[in-house]
């Protein structure tokens, strides 16, 4: 069995791999096996790994499944004790892999971890998707160390220490792969989008833990698929982030946090329309509560399971606060005014 399993998912992203793809070559074969599963691309990823990339293993998808159901459907084909999830516009770096690797040896509790992502595009800066580690609040709003909703902060080294978290970003995740099946993996239906908080939710409940290691660092592009502002990522965010608000919240806060976001979700919908002139987003948000209204029963037997399941009863990285309060009324801009 192989010890740690590097899976990208491609899907018509022959740009990314040809440029990014060998960084992960160069600074991982040594310790690790890379595979590209590629979700039916048309363009020319397909031959541009035959010709270029012979060493990095090639997993064929049928048809384009997304994110979720791609990374089920190719690591049932995988055998590994890590797999290692890891979007194609990344730039890894020398012994990135190390520290992850050690960290998940020595500590047999922790399901997943993810290195520090910084912005490719500007490299003393935290990328947006995961920055040093990812949080939740109450009504499900998730952040990070370095990044709450549009404010990115620098990297200063101000979160160079390893830190217990509740969601490990899925452009660049290690998981075991013995607690990624017993927790289901990733949730196919929900296509791509907040598919990797559900699944480390899902983790933490079970008594899992989850790590940020920032003696590991990468580069992230982010917004590669489907950029800030597209419509469709807007209706994704908001019907999965509702859908796994129900699946995974306790009993006696159920209720209460789905009435609030009721109110929380309607409000950024005429937000987006009057202040940001979007009518896509705004289209897009009605949209996502009347998909998550319409499919909620097919997730009633999820629930049971999840909640039935559950041993923690306090999830490290869900906080008891608003962070729209915090951010909007108080003015705390950065994770370490929280």
Avoid at 206 to 229: F, M
Avoid at 255 to 262: G, I, L, N, Q, Y
Avoid at 301 to 314: M, N
Wanted: proline share 3%; aromatic share 14%; glycine share 6%.
């Amino acid at each position: 069995m192989t010890k740690v399993a590097i899976v990208i998912l491609n899907w018509n992203g022959a740009k990314m791999l040809r440029k990014y793809l060998p960084t992960v070559m160069k600074f991982s074969c040594g310790e690790a096996d890379v595979y590209v599963a590629d979700n039916a691309s048309t363009d020319e990823s397909l031959d541009l790994l035959a010709s270029s990339f012979p060493d990095c293993k090639t997993i064929r998808l049928e048809r384009n499944w997304g994110f979720a159901d791609g990374y089920n459907k190719a690591l049932r084909q995988i055998e590994a004790q890590y797999y290692l999830l890891l979007n194609s516009d990344v730039e890894v770096t020398h012994h990135w892999l190390t520290p992850m690797i050690e960290f998940m040896d020595s500590h047999p509790d922790t399901a997943a971890c993810q290195p520090k992502l910084l912005s490719v595009s500007d490299k003393d800066c935290f990328e947006y998707a995961g920055a040093c580690g990812g949080f939740i609040d109450r009504y499900g709003y998730p952040f990070c160390r370095g990044r709450i909703f549009e404010t990115v902060e620098r990297d200063n080294g101000q979160y160079d220490y390893r830190q217990e978290i509740l969601w490990a970003s899925g452009a660049a995740m290690m998981v075991r792969a013995a607690d990624y099946w017993n927790a289901g993996g990733l949730d196919g239906r929900f296509f791509a989008h907040n598919e990797e908080i559900d699944l480390c939710w899902r983790l933490r409940l079970q008594g899992r833990k989850i790590y940020c290691i920032p003696e590991s660092y990468v580069y992230h592009v982010g917004g590669g698929t489907l950029p800030k502002g597209n419509p469709m990522k807007t209706f994704l965010n908001f019907r999965n982030n509702l859908t796994m608000l129900y699946k995974c919240l306790p009993e006696n806060e159920l209720r209460h946090v789905m009435r609030v976001r009721w109110w929380l979700d309607y409000l950024a919908a005429f937000q987006m329309l009057l202040l940001k002139h979007s009518p896509g987003d705004f289209k897009a948000v009605w949209q996502a509560r009347r998909a998550f209204a319409k499919w909620k029963k097919d997730f009633r037997q999820d629930r049971a399971e999840i909640q039935s399941g559950a041993t923690a009863k306090e999830i490290t990285g869900r906080t008891s606060f608003s962070l729209l309060w915090q951010y909007y009324a108080k003015g705390k801009k950065q994770f370490s005014d929280l």
